[in-house]
Nanobody
Framework: QVQLVESGGGLVQAGGSLRLSCAASGRTFSTYNMGWFRQAPGKEREFVAA????????SYADSVKGRFTISRDNAKKTVYLQMNSLQPEDTAVYYC?????????????????WGQGTQVTVSS
């Protein structure tokens, strides 16, 4: 069983930055492929970014490419999402997730464990 706990969300003005963290339990975190998703009110959950277990491979949604950066620290069992140039359309609950299968995935169906989410609100 894997437990994921997100933190770092909050209220920020447009153009501002936030860094989300996702702390994971489990002795084999360094083998987990991780992802970030978000869900805005009335919308489906959408892919944001993903990172392989080694950190050597990453993937981003077009809407965040160049503004968001996913990274990980396996020693701390934590994955991060640095969000810059935030816009009101980035407002959502952000979730981290992990998958047992190899490789990274960009659909929610590809992930096995989810955190409880952290709210990000960007004001205009």
């Amino acid at each position: 069983q894997v437990q994921l706990v997100e933190s770092g969300g909050g209220l920020v003005q447009a153009g501002g930055s936030l860094r989300l963290s996702c702390a994971a339990s489990g002795r084999t975190f360094s083998t987990y492929n991780m992802g970030w998703f978000r869900q805005a009110p009335g919308k489906e959950r959408e892919f944001v970014a993903a990172i392989s277990w080694s950190g050597s491979s990453t993937s981003y949604a077009d809407s965040v490419k160049g503004r968001f950066t996913i990274s990980r620290d396996n020693a701390k069992k934590t994955v991060y999402l640095q969000m810059n140039s935030l816009q009101p359309e980035d407002t959502a609950v952000y979730y981290c997730a992990t998958r047992r299968a190899s490789g990274i995935a960009i659909t929610s169906q590809g992930y096995d464990y989810w955190g409880q989410g952290t709210q990000v609100t960007v004001s205009s």
